[in-house]
């Protein structure tokens, strides 16, 4: 078990072009989450996934932003149309029921 | 909605000193409390969490303590090192049967210890 695993650790893209991340949770966790920080910040939820199935959206995902859990393993996050907005780090963390979350080490976008 | 408010942002000890950081909830309905350290470039590491039937949970050099009443709970670092300079997060949720199932975080505490 080596945690959770996230890809690409870093990204930087231009305004207006599509980007995708990926997670790959810890394999006996069901649930998984997507959350944004910004700096200084603490980390503000995005989405949940238990198995496969979107069970909760923020409202800070807008409609470019989309993510998914195939086959309840791992899942992706793309953003559309990106914005210097979104420049952030996107955590991903999985689960085993309720108990603590494990984070990954995260992918820092930043928009150019 | 729930809402953490943590304080202080900033505090710097000296080493062996205690170190404290507070956190208030506003959902009465909030029953699990972790506490994230975040060091530069890392995601958050879990260190300690405690849940609403307990008052005070303790591992080695790290306490939490709870007050339902107050809505409060906290952080105790003592004989602080420093290596445990990082960033401090708390955080609260509901877990209900259902299927909600996100922490809402505090907006953290940088800890400087100082040798």
């Known amino acids: 078990d080596t945690g959770v695993s996230q890809d690409p650790r870093h990204k930087i893209t231009k305004r207006g072009q599509n980007v995708t991340f990926r997670c790959d949770p810890i394999s006996e966790h069901n649930r998984l989450y997507w959350y944004r920080q910004t700096l200084g910040q603490g980390p503000e939820f995005l989405t949940y996934f238990q198995n496969e199935a979107q069970l909760e959206k923020s409202r800070l995902l807008s409609d470019r932003f989309s993510a998914e859990r195939p086959k309840g393993s791992f899942s992706t996050l793309e953003i559309q149309r990106t914005e210097q907005g979104d420049s952030a780090m996107y955590l991903c963390?999985?689960?085993?029921?309720?108990?603590?979350?494990?984070f990954g080490s995260g992918t820092r976008l930043t928009v150019v | 909605g729930e809402n953490v408010e943590q304080h202080p942002s900033t505090l710097s000890v000296q080493e062996g000193d205690s170190a404290v950081i507070k956190c208030t909830y506003s959902d009465s309905a909030s029953n699990y409390f972790p506490w994230y350290k975040q060091e530069l470039g890392k995601g958050p590491q879990l260190i300690i969490d405690i849940r609403s039937n307990v008052g005070e949970k303790k591992d080695q050099r790290i306490a939490v303590t709870l007050n339902k009443t107050a809505k409060h709970f906290s952080l105790h670092i003592t004989e602080t090192q420093p290596e445990d300079s990082a960033v401090y997060f708390c955080a609260a949720n509901v877990f209900p049967g259902g299927s909600q199932g996100n922490l809402i975080f505090g907006k953290g505490t940088k800890l400087s210890v100082k040798p």
């Open positions: 963390a999985s689960s085993l029921g309720r108990d603590g979350y494990t």
